[in-house]
């Protein structure tokens, strides 16, 4: 499988009343196609910052970041936000669905922006709906829905759009147990038959335990 990520000595340092805060400290780190990692670590411990950089949400204070081959942080604004929306998909924490539109409107979005046509869009929406189980809940808005129904469309809306990464921050960071576990599965699930790489960072043991692939990260270093 060829190499995707290739990142060396990243660090990135926040200004805190005037002295600076290191929170990555000269991370190397490497992900392959189709490759599925979780990243284990401690609240505060900087796996939000890597996902952060790596999804080119954020700058870097120092290091490089390569996606395959080219360094990603040569490239202008307009670059990195093309690099964005046609590479990586993202899933946070707290959903950030749109809160007026529909399930269906929320998975379509994406590639309305990426000005697919209306009909495209809503029969690949429909598909990804389908895919995390969620075809009978399509016309519900999200303040209709459940938080693990809600993280489901996230899913949906990240991967519709067919990424080679899935980059996923605490994903089931306000979910119950039992429905945390159900949708780390399903994501798993939906790298597999995707074929694309999955990234997740989690403080959550249980989660981490679904993957074959560990790193742990502790003050900003990746061990």
Same mark, same amino acid.
């Given at each position: 499988?060829?190499?995707?990520? &290739?990142?060396?000595?990243?660090?990135?340092?926040?200004?805190?009343?005037?002295?600076?805060?290191?929170?990555?400290? %000269?991370?190397?780190? !490497?992900?392959?196609?189709?490759?599925?990692?979780?990243?284990?670590?401690?609240?505060?411990?900087?796996?939000?910052?890597?996902?952060?950089?790596?999804?080119?949400?954020?700058?870097?204070?120092?290091?490089?970041?390569?996606?395959? %081959?080219? +360094?990603?942080?040569?490239?202008? *604004?307009?670059?990195?936000?093309?690099?964005?929306? &046609?590479?990586?998909?993202?899933?946070?924490?707290?959903?950030?669905?749109?809160?007026?539109?529909?399930?269906?409107?929320? =998975?379509?979005?994406?590639?309305?922006?990426?000005?697919? *046509?209306?009909?495209?869009? /809503?029969?690949? $929406?429909?598909?990804?709906? $389908?895919?995390? %189980?969620?075809?009978?809940?399509? *016309?519900?808005?999200?303040?209709?829905?459940? @938080? @693990?129904?809600? !993280?489901? =469309?996230?899913?949906?809306?990240?991967?519709?759009?067919?990424?080679?990464?899935?980059?996923?921050?605490?994903?089931?960071?306000?979910?119950?147990?039992?429905?945390?576990? +159900?949708?780390? !599965?399903?994501?798993?699930?939906?790298?597999? +038959?995707?074929?694309? $790489?999955?990234?997740?960072?989690?403080?959550?043991?249980?989660?981490?335990?679904?993957?074959? &692939?560990? /790193?742990?990260?502790?003050?900003?270093?990746?061990?």
């Amino acid at each position: 499988m060829a190499l995707l990520y &290739n990142v060396v000595g990243l660090s990135k340092s926040f200004i805190k009343e005037r002295q600076p805060i290191a929170v990555l400290k %000269g991370v190397h780190f !490497q992900l392959k196609e189709q490759e599925a990692l979780v990243v284990l670590g401690a609240s505060g411990a900087g796996k939000s910052t890597l996902l952060h950089l790596l999804g080119t949400l954020d700058t870097p204070t120092a290091g490089q970041v390569f996606y395959r %081959g080219e +360094e990603l942080f040569l490239k202008n *604004d307009k670059q990195l936000s093309e690099f964005r929306n &046609n590479k990586i998909g993202f899933v946070f924490q707290f959903h950030h669905l749109i809160s007026i539109l529909t399930a269906l409107e929320n =998975v379509m979005l994406p590639l309305l922006i990426r000005k697919s *046509d209306e009909e495209n869009a /809503r029969a690949k $929406a429909l598909e990804m709906l $389908a895919r995390v %189980g969620l075809s009978h809940r399509k *016309d519900h808005r999200p303040g209709e829905l459940s @938080g @693990g129904e809600q !993280q489901r =469309v996230a899913i949906a809306r990240a991967l519709v759009g067919s990424p080679e990464v899935l980059l996923a921050d605490e994903p089931t960071g306000n979910l119950d147990s039992k429905t945390g576990e +159900e949708i780390a !599965q399903i994501m798993i699930d939906l790298q597999r +038959e995707s074929n694309m $790489a999955l990234l997740l960072v989690t403080h959550n043991e249980k989660i981490a335990n679904h993957f074959s &692939n560990h /790193r742990v990260m502790e003050d900003g270093v990746l061990l």
